[in-house]
């Protein structure tokens, strides 16, 4: 079956330090893959997201590129900010099947002034 | 702010009593999902319901359960509260990405 998995946290960075958390995938066939934000008392949001091979996502200078011959959709930002502290989530679903989602376990972050 | 309206924010109750998570959509979404968020479980799919009707089950307790109405907001009724139950359940909908509300932290004493 479809499966998550995303590096164990917590990550602790110094303010302007070169981030990347990890995400692998197991899935048939050619699934969506998302990257969600939880900030502190939030639920989570929408970061970036990407619908197939070679597609790279990007906002907030945090990008990912969806690696379909690694099954890797790693997360990276080049400058992290305190304001980045927060709880990253991976997902997939396949496609045309938001129901079906499925969440990686959340790497938690945490950044230093 | 995403949209999806999710109350109450915050409860407390105790062990063996029954509670009513509420959940409005954002405009025009037709598909409502309930999540359970607790420290050691994660994000936990519960149900899915889509225009009224029930679409997907996840890791659903028999002492919960949840309907959308015809306005399509939604209920998820929490019985027989037990300590674990304690945990953060979170409201999303969906138009093609999922959208999430606040969540309702749910405490259990």
């Known amino acids: 079956g479809n499966s998550v998995t995303q590096m164990e946290g917590p990550v602790t960075l110094s303010e302007e330090a070169f981030l990347t958390i990890n995400c692998t995938y197991t899935?048939?066939?050619?699934?969506?893959l998302f990257w969600y934000v939880q900030y502190p008392g939030e639920g989570l949001q929408l970061l970036l997201k990407?619908?197939?091979?070679?597609d790279k996502g990007s906002n907030k200078g945090f990008e990912a590129t969806y690696r379909k011959e690694t099954t890797s959709f790693h997360l990276e930002k080049g400058s992290v900010q305190v304001s980045d502290s927060a709880v990253y989530f991976c997902?997939?679903?396949?496609?045309?099947?938001?129901?079906?989602?499925?969440f990686g376990s959340g790497t938690r972050l945490s950044i230093r002034p | 702010d995403s949209g999806v309206t999710q109350t109450p924010k915050h409860l407390i109750t105790a062990t063996g009593q029954r509670v009513t998570l509420r959940c409005s959509p954002r405009?025009?979404?037709?598909?409502v999902y309930w999540y359970q968020q607790s420290l050691d479980q994660g994000l936990q799919f519960l149900i899915q319901?889509?225009?009224?009707?029930?679409?997907a089950k996840g890791n659903i307790l028999e002492r919960f359960s949840a309907q959308q109405f015809p306005d399509l907001h939604s209920e998820l009724n929490l019985s027989s509260l037990e300590l674990g139950d304690s945990a953060l359940y979170f409201c999303?909908?969906?138009?093609?990405?999922?959208?999430f509300g606040e969540g309702s932290r749910l405490t259990v004493l």
């Open positions: 319901y889509y225009n009224g009707e029930e679409r």
């Open positions: 997902a997939l679903s396949p496609p045309f099947s938001a129901s079906k989602i499925i």
């Open positions: 899935a048939t066939g050619y699934p969506s």
């Open positions: 990407a619908t197939k091979a070679d």
């Open positions: 999303a909908s969906s138009g093609g990405e999922l959208f």
């Open positions: 405009s025009g979404d037709l598909s």
